[in-house]
């Protein structure tokens, strides 16, 4: 079974301008449809932070945005860390439905994003990145595209024995799931 986890698009962290905002946006509410089509889990996890930025639990800015669609059937888990295993029950829950395949999409790249993509290769989980899924704002430092741009090209080259890592876009993404649907309705057929 696949998992899409969808990582703190709140409506606080979007007051912040970030990138491909709509594009990104698009494309999870794409691969989210077509993953409970699969009978796979969605996952949102929202960050339950200060009410300082307007992200403590409950509060309007702790929300998933609107533009997202959310159905009963997805999961939701309150985080505290950038990990967004780090005291909460997503661990279990992978374990409970027996997910060995997480897709990762969501908000801010270089913090909560990465954080969660190097915990699940340490539970030794396999990912695949949606390279165009995830988004971030201008640094100081560095713009967000730039951001966006290092990640993908790190994450396409970390090593964890045993473990396949795949940083795709989401188009890539949608055509192999699309492919192993029409391959496993095939087996279906030949087999009845």
Known sequence: MKALLVI????????????????????INNLASIVRDEN???????????????MNQGSKGWEIIDELNVV?????????????????????????YKVKDVIITGAVTELCVDTTFRSC????????????????GDREHLKANLIIQH???????????????EVVKTNEL????????KSNDERHIQIK
């Open 121 to 136: 290769l340490s539970k030794e989980l396999n990912v695949t990145m949606i390279s165009d899924g995830h988004t971030t």
């Open 151 to 165: 990640h993908n090209w790190t994450w396409k080259n970390i090593i964890i024995p045993n473990t396949n890592i």
């Open 40 to 54: 796979g889990l969605v996952i949102f996890i929202q960050h339950n932070g200060s009410v300082e930025e307007d």
């Open 8 to 27: 703190d698009m709140q409506k606080s962290v979007f007051t912040t301008p970030r990138y491909d905002k709509d594009g990104v946006i698009n494309r």
């Open 72 to 96: 009963d059937n997805d999961i939701k888990i309150t985080k505290t860390a950038c990990d967004s295993f780090f005291k909460t029950d997503l661990e279990s829950i992978l374990k409970e």
């Open 174 to 181: 949608i055509t192999q799931l699309k492919a192993l649907h």
